[in-house]
């Protein structure tokens, strides 16, 4: 009688059962800050929520950072991750910006909300097949687009209810989902080497970031416009320095020796 024949997966390769838990922390604790944050902007809390917003952020950069120093990155790890940021950074910024800035215009309101969180998503979608760049993302990454909502509440956290800045809004919500989708490239810091020793100096910078923030947290509203603001200034400035080129007038060479002698010996006068 026969061995039943053991079915394999791959090349010869176990299927790994069970998964890496200390990533995973992580990834639940940005997901649990995301459906945080939209239980609080439907409560009009929207300082809070914003808050909640960030620290999805921080528990997401920590996720990633912590499965590569460790070695425990996984095909699982990263979905898991996707479909957590599509919460936190798709869903509960669209509902923050909506309840904060886009409530009084209730179906314009909604489409632009719901344009951001379709635009995060297909964000996300792309940069998972797509292949990885460590040095570039294509498009705003979705935590920036992100950031850029829950800053704009947080430099005035009561709700929009002037008519004249409800376009504004509007206009500011559309342009992050476009960049989002764009081609733009944005500097990635996945790149960046941490295990390498670093200068002594680049604490006490990080310190100067820190005071900075405390002085004012609006001061990383700053910092992630410039950010933002970097891969369009970067190709504009590029397109016109190669438009510059192309129309610069061509200098007419100077005339050697030989040249002049060669002239005024064929001269026929």
Known sequence: MR????????????????????????????????????????????ETAAL???????????DGRIARLTGTTSSFGESYDSLADVISF??????????????????????????FLAAGSIRLARFSTNGHDMSR??????????GAITMLVLVSPEPVMHPAFIP??????VAVALLMVSNLPYRSFKDMNL???WPAPTLFAIAVV????????????????????SAPVMVLSGRLRKSSQRTAPVTPRQRTEFEEDHESSTDPD
């Open 195 to 197: 295990k390498r020793q």
């Open 3 to 46: 061995p039943p024949r053991i079915r394999r997966r791959g090349s010869g390769t176990k299927l790994r059962r069970g998964i890496y838990i200390i990533p995973s922390l992580f990834t639940v604790a940005n997901m649990f800050c995301g459906f945080l944050s939209m239980a609080y902007s439907s409560r009009g809390r929207m």
């Open 90 to 115: 798709g869903a509960a910024p669209a509902l923050l910006a909506f309840h904060w800035g886009l409530w009084e215009v209730p179906r314009i309101g909604m489409a632009c909300a719901f344009l």
């Open 210 to 229: 820190f005071s900075l923030v405390t002085l004012d947290p609006r001061i990383l509203s700053i910092l992630l416009a410039v950010y933002i603001l």
């Open 137 to 146: 993302f294509q498009g705003l990454p979705i935590p920036a687009g992100a």
């Open 52 to 62: 909640f917003i960030l620290a999805a952020g921080f528990a997401d950069v920590l």
């Open 168 to 173: 504004v809004v509007v206009c500011f919500v």
